[in-house]
Every structure is written in C-alpha cells, then in structure tokens.
C-alpha cells in the first residue's frame, strides 16, 4: 500500500488523477505502476515485466521502476507499505 508520496505532482495525479504536473506524458503507465505498487505486499512484486525493477544504492534502501525516459518511479519500503513515492529523474 501505498502510504506516503515525496512528489505533491505525483500525490495529486494518484488521488485526483491531475496529471497536469507531471513531467512525463504517459500517464497511463504511471497509473499502472502506481496500482501495482499500492498492491504490493513486498517490494519484488514490482518484478514484473517491462518495468526494470531495481534497488538503488544508498541509505535509506530505495526501489525503482521505468517510468518514461529518464524517469522512474522510485520508493522506500517500511513493510508493509511503500513510502516517499517519487517520480524522479535520477541520471
């Protein structure tokens, strides 16, 4: 679940879908990402096809996933939830 977002653009595009802010334009698939990651129950269920999941280097321990271009949508994980959702350009 997801408890906590980093991104107000990104808070407001999951709980009012106003995308308006957001820096990318597929917004479908961030929709996509962000109901799988509220589903989640750890962070490896976001393993799944086409989103490149990975971990990121760094305390506290983040997790990624391809978002659009550049972007990913990035979280830490306080079990059982996903905190300080980000979408984020990190290269």
């Known amino acids: 679940m997801i408890r906590s977002f980093r991104s107000k653009p990104l808070r407001r595009f999951a709980e009012e ?3 308006s802010k957001l820096p ?10 962000l109901v799988a990651l509220d589903a989640a129950t750890v962070p490896e269920d976001m393993n799944l096809p086409g989103y490149r999941f990975h ?35 990190y290269h």
């Open 55 to 89: 971990g990121l280097k760094g305390s506290p321990k983040r997790y990624a996933v391809d978002a659009s271009g550049n972007y990913r949508v990035t979280w830490e994980w306080e079990a059982p939830d996903a905190i300080e959702v980000d979408l984020e350009d």
């Open 24 to 33: 990318v334009r597929n917004h479908d698939r961030v929709r996509r990402i």
């Open 17 to 19: 879908g106003d995308g």
